[in-house]
């Protein structure tokens, strides 16, 4: 299959709470799993809030904290990124990219979803931290 091109899919990080509120009878496996490691602790601690990071990346940004939670699309070329926090605070987001209106919204489960408005069609969208998005995309605007 060398030379196939993979169709690109939306991936969605939720946390527990939300999908369980919108989910209710969801359950998950247990963390006895009869090894030492402790499932129920981040074993990144503060590495969320802190600037550090464990690899050094070429191209930086500074407009936002670099471990801002970010969504990032491409359309026609064009990247843009849009904030965790903006989209939790209003909800929906109705936008232009590349001369293409958009909408980004998030439904009660936390799931994201950005939609071509001319066409109806869903846009893949990357959840990232700012910095990741930006190493990647460094000509990305940010809404």
Do not use: C
Not at 43 to 65: A, K
């Amino acid at each position: 299959m060398t030379g196939t091109k993979l169709k690109p899919v939306s991936l969605d990080t939720v946390v527990w709470r939300d999908w369980k509120k919108a989910h209710p009878d969801s359950e998950v496996l247990s963390q006895e799993t009869g090894f030492l490691r402790p499932y129920g602790k981040d074993p990144y601690g503060s590495y969320y809030e802190e600037d550090f990071l464990f690899f050094p990346v070429e191209d930086r940004d500074d407009r936002i904290h670099p471990k801002t939670v970010i969504f990032g699309i491409e359309v026609n070329g064009v990247y843009k990124a849009y904030k965790e926090d903006d989209l939790q605070e209003l909800g929906t987001i109705e936008d232009t990219v590349n001369a293409v209106k958009i909408k980004v919204e998030r439904d009660d489960a936390g799931i994201v979803k950005i939609t071509n408005l001319d066409t109806g069609e869903e846009i893949v969208k990357e959840r990232d931290f700012w910095f990741a998005w930006y190493a990647f995309h460094p000509d990305t605007e940010l809404y």
